[in-house]
């Protein structure tokens, strides 16, 4: 069998997000090695017609059900749409999704307000949450597979106009100048 | 300058200095923030029962910011290295742009309902049935278990055939009856039932004698309720 196949049946029995560092050890391959499979494994499912996807979120995996069946599994499962989030919860998720991971200094350079009731609350949600990543001596934080299951999307590439925000340039200035400000200061 | 577009909403001071120039349909400048420096100096003091005190300093620190920049319009050598340090607002107001937009393209894929779903997981120790085999058992002699079930059932399966066979039909028993009457001339009926092998064959007998009585081939005598019924040919064959 194939990895990318075992780690197919390895999502489908655990039936829950995964990182690539457990799904290592479980299948005694190195990182690298894993990484390609999932990747394999996503590009499989995608151009099959699969009724299932893999998502990602940084290092964290999940096989999940295609957005386009999301009306009859909703009704099977019987769930209620997810109720609306407020405006300053889907900013912050947008930054934290095309510009995450990053720290909460770094968030609220961009947002300009102090975010960390809202992190709390997001995080809350499961739909934050602390990368391994410390940054600066801070914990950053991105969004979880749980977020993109919400939307739809099986990652961060799969976002509007992501490259074009990802590297936008006003917001590598801004951070930047946040590193070195911090950094003059340290 | 008039100012006139009230603000109700918003989320943090860029949102609001976004929505102040864009209530003015100024471009993102150095010029039209100058513009708007009034108009949010006094939001912030007619909203300042409404800001959460934790997010106070963060619209004074804007506003300082604006007032700055006001100043240095008007006065170019005055400069505060505090208020120079970071990102200047005109870039973090392009950016929080930026994301504000985004945002809004995630609310759309938010409530379009096409979320996707995980497998619920369900503890296996609970929910499946633990399968333990006694040592041994290996998928062929599963196969062999199957086949001696299924041998066991073949005998079943083939007896109403071989017992069709056996059975005699009427037209059998008439040609019989028929043959015997023929060379005999005169037959008794019961010992042609005494050959029979079961009660089956023996109506199957009476049926074919009716027959043959219907068709006027043999003439029956019977003396008595009860006794031997002699068959004779008749003259129509």
Avoid: C
Wanted: charged share 25%.
């Amino acid at each position: 069998m194939t990895l990318d196949a075992l780690i197919e049946a390895l999502l489908f029995a655990t039936s829950q997000p995964m990182s690539a560092r457990k799904i290592a050890e479980a299948v005694s391959q190195k990182p690298p090695e894993v990484e390609d499979a999932l990747n394999a494994l996503q590009e499989r499912l995608a151009s099959s017609g699969s009724g299932t996807r893999l998502v990602r979120s940084g290092q964290t995996a999940e096989l999940v059900t295609h957005p386009d069946a999301a009306e009859i599994v909703r009704a099977a499962l019987k769930q209620e749409l997810h109720g609306e989030l407020s405006k300053p919860s889907l900013e912050t998720l947008s930054i934290l999704a095309y510009r995450g991971p990053m720290t909460r200094p770094e968030l609220e350079q961009i947002r300009g307000v102090q975010s960390s009731l809202i992190l709390r609350n997001l995080m809350l949600r499961g739909l934050v949450e602390h990368k391994e990543d410390a940054r600066l001596g801070q914990p950053t934080y991105g969004v979880t597979v749980a977020f993109f299951k919400h939307i739809g999307l099986s990652g961060a590439e799969e976002l509007p106009d992501y490259s074009e925000l990802r590297g936008h340039s006003a917001v590598e200035q801004a951070l930047q100048e946040l590193v070195a400000s911090h950094e003059h200061s340290a | 300058m008039p100012y006139s577009v009230r603000i109700e909403q918003f989320e943090g001071p860029l949102d609001l200095l976004l929505q102040l120039v864009e209530s003015e349909k100024l471009e993102i400048t150095s010029v039209s923030l100058l513009q708007v420096t009034e108009p949010f100096v006094r939001h912030v003091r007619e909203h300042h029962g409404k800001i959460p005190p934790e997010e106070l300093a963060d619209f004074l620190i804007v506003a300082a910011r604006l007032v700055y920049l006001k100043s240095k319009a008007i006065l170019p050598t005055l400069t505060d290295p505090e208020l120079e340090e970071g990102p200047d607002l005109e870039t973090q107001l392009r950016m929080y742009k930026a994301f504000a937009q985004a945002a809004a393209k995630i609310a759309a894929l938010a409530n379009a309902g096409r979320s996707s779903y995980g497998r619920i997981y369900r503890a296996p120790k609970r929910e499946a049935p633990v399968f333990t085999p006694p040592n041994g058992v290996t998928p062929n002699l599963l196969r062999e278990l199957y086949h001696r079930a299924a041998r066991r059932l073949e005998p079943l399966i083939a007896l109403p055939k071989t017992s069709l066979e056996h059975a005699m039909t009427v037209e059998e028993k008439i040609g019989q009856l028929r043959d015997r009457v023929s060379t005999l001339m005169h037959s008794s009926f019961h010992r042609f039932l005494s050959e029979s092998q079961n009660k089956h064959e023996m109506v199957i007998s009476f049926l074919a004698l009716l027959e043959l009585i219907k068709l006027r081939i043999v003439r029956v005598e019977q003396d008595g309720h009860f006794s031997d019924i002699t068959l004779t040919l008749t003259n129509a064959v």
